[in-house]
């Protein structure tokens, strides 16, 4: 007789061998399931298609040149779980100019104030096909974000038309959880800048500088090369993690802009992986887009953060010569010529110019300029944009991305 007891105990080994994430798939949680979207706009029960019987009546909307559409108002506590959304012009110069800004719990000022494209990873030449852990296009033509994001009273999401342009059709879902928030969850937060050009010797400002309880959860970059500085590499900059009263010199420093995306010795070849991706990578128009998310590695914060791009490129001792001689802005830092026993910091110990015949040949970094756009995303323990955030006007977004590839 076979004992009744041996596929019980086999249940209990194969339960405890699988991961925390599979079992909580099949683990039942009191969760509220929801959709809005233009067939139903409030997410009550029962109110979906509601229009021409059912049949596709409502499944888009249009935004008129300088309108706004309110994708969604939720009452209640819940969690954010899917935003999807698809438009009918994806040029680069709609993308950049449609807004999207999302309220927390009744606050004045949104959390999240991005354009639209730059919220989902896509701030430059338009959409492409990509998947990451957070946000995806999965035949770059559509946009979503699976960014957990919970509220305690309410949330009210909002899209704005500033392109001058009507649109004729975009399509939606926010898909979420009625569920009650713990008091330790914090709130979502997206913010963009742009600089056209950076500040020669500055470093750029991924995240100006948050107070509060956080976590920088990580960014999405966009560069358009200084045609001043030819066919030289832009991406020599370290970024720079401040956290909790750093100032002069920050606690967390990396070693060049490609390696803080997992990649090395340039920016060649597109990519999208997890954490990590490269998703326009095009040296003869000097355009570059790539992220970096936290998630393996997060970066937590108790009293404030700040995070930041240097801007430095190099080449060889000899072009930089040459544009130096040509009068490009630009400032030398490093020469290596190979090893670190050779190694020359410029800016430390004996002054040098570059053209001291003193100094060996070799590989110069520079400070440089050049147009960098950021749209950074992070957590913080207020529903509100911190003091002095406020969205660029849309001219300054869409100046010299008219282009269409």
Request: aromatic share 10%.
């Amino acid at each position: 007789m076979k004992s009744p007891f041996i596929p019980l105990v086999l249940l209990f080994v194969v339960a405890a061998a699988l991961p925390a994430s599979a079992q909580s798939i099949y683990q039942y949680r009191a969760q509220q399931p929801r959709w809005i979207s233009p067939e139903n706009r409030t997410s009550a029960p029962g109110a979906g298609a509601l229009e021409n019987r059912g049949a596709k009546g409502h499944a888009f909307d249009s935004i008129p040149a300088g309108q706004s559409l309110e994708l969604g108002r939720i009452e209640g506590s819940g969690v954010i779980r899917r935003l999807w959304m698809t438009v009918s012009d994806r040029s680069p110069r709609m993308l950049r100019a449609l807004r999207l800004d999302i309220y927390w719990d009744g606050a004045n000022t949104p959390a999240v104030s991005v354009p639209l494209g730059d919220f989902f990873g896509l701030g430059l030449d338009g959409a492409r096909p990509f998947e990451s852990e957070l946000f995806s296009s999965p035949e770059g033509r559509s946009f979503v974000s699976v960014v957990p994001m919970p509220f305690h009273r309410g949330a009210r999401l909002v899209v704005r038309n500033e392109s001058g342009t009507d649109l004729d059709a975009i399509f939606y879902d926010i898909d979420y959880t009625r569920e009650p928030v713990g008091p330790d969850a914090l709130y979502f937060h997206a913010s963009w800048h742009r600089q056209n050009p950076t500040t020669l010797g500055e470093d750029f400002r991924i995240l100006p500088r948050v107070q509060g309880r956080g976590r920088y959860l990580g960014a999405s970059i966009a560069v358009v090369g200084s045609p001043a500085y030819g066919d030289s590499w832009f991406g020599e900059g370290e970024v720079k993690v401040f956290l909790d009263g750093d100032r002069e010199h920050p606690t967390l420093a990396g070693t060049g802009t490609e390696d803080y995306v997992g990649s090395g010795y340039g920016l060649e070849r597109p990519y999208a992986q997890r954490n990590e991706g490269l998703l326009v990578a095009n040296p003869k128009a000097g355009h570059w887009l790539f992220y970096r998310l936290h998630l393996p590695d997060p970066i937590y914060f108790s009293r404030d953060c700040e995070v930041r791009l240097q801007q430095i490129g190099g080449a060889p001792r000899t072009k930089v010569l040459a544009l130096q001689k040509a009068g490009v802005p630009l400032r030398p830092v490093t020469l290596d010529p190979g090893g670190r026993a050779h190694f020359v910091q410029l800016l430390d110990g004996k002054p040098h110019t570059l053209d001291d015949p003193d100094l060996p040949d070799g590989w110069t970094n520079f400070y440089r300029r050049d147009d960098v756009a950021a749209t950074v995303y992070y957590y913080l323990d207020r529903p509100d944009a911190p003091p002095g955030e406020t969205l660029a006007p849309v001219a300054q977004r869409v100046a010299g991305i008219l282009r269409t590839p």
